[in-house]
C-alpha cells in the first residue's frame, strides 16, 4: 500500500527508514498515543516557531505534571537537533527531551536519546525522573 521494497526494509532497514521519515514520525506518534493514558482523550501536539530568520519544529509535545517535553522524531541518525534545543532553550519550564532514532541509548546534556523501538520507555523514564526530584 505504501510502495515500499519490503525485501530491503529485512536486509537494510536503517538505510530504509533515512528515507521515510513520515512513516516513523507517525509511527512513534501512534505509539505515545497507545501508551497514554487510557482514561482520558488523548491528542499529539507539535510545536512550530515561524521566525522571519529561522523556522524550527519539534515533532511531539507531552505534558509531565506542569511540564511540557519536547519529542524529536528521526529517521536516521538524527545528529541534528537544533529544533530540540532552540526549543528547550526558550521553553524554561522544560526540563529535558527526547529524540527517538536510529541510534542506541545515551544522553547528551538534556536530551534523552533513545531507539525508534523503545516509545514505551517513555513512561518508565517519566515516573523514575518523578521521583527522584
Known amino acids: ?37 487510557p482514561h482520558a482523550k488523548s491528542h499529539l501536539y507539535y510545536w512550530q516557531r515561524n521566525a522571519p530568520s529561522s523556522t524550527a519544529e519539534v515533532d511531539y509535545l507531552i505534558q509531565w505534571g506542569e511540564k511540557i517535553i519536547p519529542i524529536e522524531v528521526k ?4 545528529k541534528t537537533l537544533k529544533s530540540l534545543h532552540l526549543f528547550l532553550e526558550t521553553h524554561k519550564n ?10 542506541n541509548y545515551s544522553k547528551y546534556d538534556n536530551i534523552k536519546s533513545l531507539p525508534l523501538y523503545a516509545v514505551a520507555a517513555i513512561t518508565k523514564i517519566l515516573k523514575k525522573a518523578r521521583t527522584n526530584n
Request: charged share 15%; glycine share 12%.
Open 75 to 78: 529517521s536516521g541518525l538524527g
Open 1 to 37: 500500500m505504501l510502495g515500499l521494497d519490503l525485501e530491503e526494509w529485512f536486509l537494510n532497514p536503517i538505510q530504509q527508514f533515512v528515507n521515510k521519515g513520515e512513516i516513523i514520525e507517525a509511527l512513534v506518534g501512534q505509539e505515545l498515543l497507545a501508551y497514554s493514558n
Open 94 to 103: 522544560s526540563p529535558f527531551g527526547f529524540r527517538f532514532s536510529t541510534q
